[in-house]
């Protein structure tokens, strides 16, 4: 047989959202966009998906982000923010 270690995980899903999301259509799109090409910058992501420079200036002068950040760096709860700003700014 063949020489294999194996585990078994068990995943818990919570009843509630650790983050609130005000639009999860574009919470999803914003994280894939963000990881396509992982290794280009956020703010690129973003402009690809069709959001203005000066709104994605703000929201990243708002929650005091490195325009240079790239998408693998951000935490769940920023990208979460971020889709609520943009999704805010665009209404």
Do not use: W
């Not at 994280?31 to 910058?41: T, Y």
């Amino acid at each position: 047989s063949p020489k294999v270690d194996s585990a078994v995980i068990k995943l818990k899903i919570p009843e509630h959202p650790r983050y609130d999301v005000t639009d999860e259509g574009l919470f999803t799109k914003i994280v894939k966009a963000s990881f396509q090409q992982r290794r280009k910058i956020f703010k690129n992501a973003l402009v690809r998906l069709g959001c203005n420079k000066e709104i994605i200036d703000k929201i990243f002068l708002k929650l005091n982000l490195n325009p240079n950040i790239r998408g693998e760096n951000l935490s769940i709860g920023q990208f979460a923010e971020i889709s609520n700003l943009v999704s805010r700014m665009l209404n």
